[in-house]
């Protein structure tokens, strides 16, 4: 059965789902995308990627040309059409398409598209071995909290990983870590005390890593927000990466070089347990 997307209000089968080629997404990356989780066939934390949609399209002047209530309804019915039981639902929402031109064109209605990914989240291998991270320079814009499509730096930051034998890149801006290709880094110290980069212009505020933080600090678990060098995470007791598409992933080598003993870390595995029950107790 083919795959169904959705088109500017439109379900298509996904061989069908097509755009202008003068959508400016594909012109100047003039859009915002977001991505939810699905497990068990629900969406997880939902609320806080659409209001990080919400919050991206606003820092652009680019108005949603749905209501939030239909983006959700939307993305359920992909799930379902799809019978999606684990991965992700895409959205992607563009300026529009219009003569090319850089300064913003008048009275054209912005694009809409989705698509949904199959992915065993729960199940993950690298859940159990952990991850190899490989370090790059972060080349990217000054605005890293708009969750932009405009996705360059990252691909070429996740490449250069790929090519290394790593799952993961770690992007680093004067010394310290700003956060992964697609996803945020935490550490854990000699002091028991979880450590990820707090938000501002220089990252994207990971709904993922709001609710890890939450859950860690309703567990007792002391939460630091604060910048992280490569030589302090390789002094750490465990390192750890959360995103929509992985959930919460041990990091067992940077660069080639192991964190502690080079395997999956006790507090990174609890609170992956901790996320998924969160996850299934909550998702809609």
């Known amino acids: 059965m083919s795959r169904i997307a959705y088109v500017n209000g439109a379900f298509v089968p996904l061989e069908e789902a097509s755009i202008s080629i003068l959508d400016r997404g594909f012109l100047f990356a003039d859009g915002i995308y977001e991505v939810s989780a699905v497990l068990d066939g629900k969406l997880v934390d939902n609320e806080a990627h659409l209001a990080r949609l919400q919050r991206s399209v606003g820092e652009i002047a680019l108005e949603l040309p749905e209501t939030l209530a239909r983006i959700e309804e939307i993305q359920k019915e992909l799930v379902a059409r799809n019978r999606l039981a684990s991965g992700m639902v895409y959205m992607q929402v563009t ?4 003569d090319r031109d850089f300064a913003f064109p008048r009275g054209v209605k912005p694009t809409l598209v989705m698509f949904t990914q199959e992915k065993d989240i729960v199940n993950a291998p690298a859940a159990k071995t952990g991850i190899a991270v490989k370090t790059v320079p972060d080349i990217r814009w000054a605005r890293r909290d708009i969750k932009s499509v405009a996705l360059l730096a990252q691909v070429l930051a996740k490449q250069a990983a790929a090519e290394a034998g790593c799952q993961e890149a770690w992007m680093i801006e004067d010394g310290v870590v700003t956060e992964g290709g697609s996803s945020s880094a935490f550490i854990l110290t000699a002091g028991d005390v979880l450590v990820t980069r707090p938000n501002s212009n220089a990252i994207l505020p990971g709904c ?27 002094a750490a007791k465990e390192a750890f990466i959360t995103s929509a598409s992985s959930f919460v992933q041990p990091v067992v080598t940077i660069d080639g070089r192991p964190v502690a003993d080079g395997r999956p870390g006790p507090v990174a595995t609890r609170l992956r347990e901790i996320y998924i029950d969160f996850a299934r107790a909550t998702g809609r």
């Open 95 to 98: 300026r529009g398409a219009a």
């Open 208 to 234: 993922t890593r709001k609710a890890v933080m939450a859950l860690a600090e309703e567990r007792q678990i002391r939460v630091e927000e604060r910048t992280f060098s490569i030589d302090e995470a390789l």
